[in-house]
């Protein structure tokens, strides 16, 4: 799990001035869909249900949401969409459109030219490949923007599990970050995987 996928940047500049594909197919029955407000229930839900596999890595996992709290999360995530800081993505089975097994976006909170890539997985869909497939399908897409030459996946040095993601796909540890850990099982050193320029 990277450390973001749920937390829009509420930043106003724009990253570029194009937008990636509203829905990424990524094949074996599952996509990618822009998260929208009619999706808020389906996400509260999908984190309700994950709050223990989430609370080690995530700090907006401490506690467990409302669904007020997740139809704001998700009418902001539309805004940053809109505006084009943040792409907030579902992941999703073709064979069940509203089940929400994931959290995704490309976030442009780490400057200039570049998109940071979040995820989380439903616990009952890891080992499948999807957070690879679903990564790759973003850093793809971050790629295509006009402007962006760069995609970077943070995490921290104890989650062996996201870190396989961008080990998988070819990214190359740049640096290790101390950073204050901001979740309970994080040791405060954050990888930052890099691909592109």
């Not at 249900?49 to 506690?63: G, Q, V």
């Not at 994931?102 to 780490?110: D, E, K, S, T, V």
């Not at 400057?111 to 790759?136: D, F, K, M, Q, S």
Request: aromatic residues 6%; negative net charge; contains cysteine.
């Amino acid at each position: 799990m990277s450390h973001s996928a749920d937390a829009p940047d509420t930043a106003v500049r724009p990253v570029s001035t194009g937008r990636p594909p509203e829905l990424l197919p990524l094949g074996n029955g599952a996509h990618l869909r822009r998260r929208r407000l009619a999706d808020a229930a389906a996400l509260n839900a999908a984190v309700i249900a994950n709050l223990d596999h989430l609370r080690p890595w995530m700090p907006w996992a401490r506690t467990v949401p409302t669904l007020a709290e997740s139809e704001q999360l998700s009418a902001s995530g539309e805004q940053v969409w809109d505006r084009g800081t943040d792409f907030m993505y579902l992941l999703g089975l073709d064979a069940e459109p509203a089940l929400v097994i994931g959290g995704f976006g490309l976030h442009g909170r780490i400057g200039p030219g570049a998109l940071e890539i979040g995820y989380w997985v439903h616990r009952e869909h890891t080992g499948r490949g999807l957070a690879t497939a679903a990564a790759r399908a973003l850093t793809d897409a971050a790629l295509a923007l006009p402007g962006i030459t760069r995609a970077e996946i943070h995490c921290d040095e104890s989650n062996a599990a996201s870190a396989a993601v961008p080990r998988r796909l070819g990214y190359a540890l740049d640096r290790i970050d101390l950073a204050e850990p901001t979740a309970p099982a994080e040791t405060g050193r954050k990888m930052i995987w890099v691909t592109g320029a």
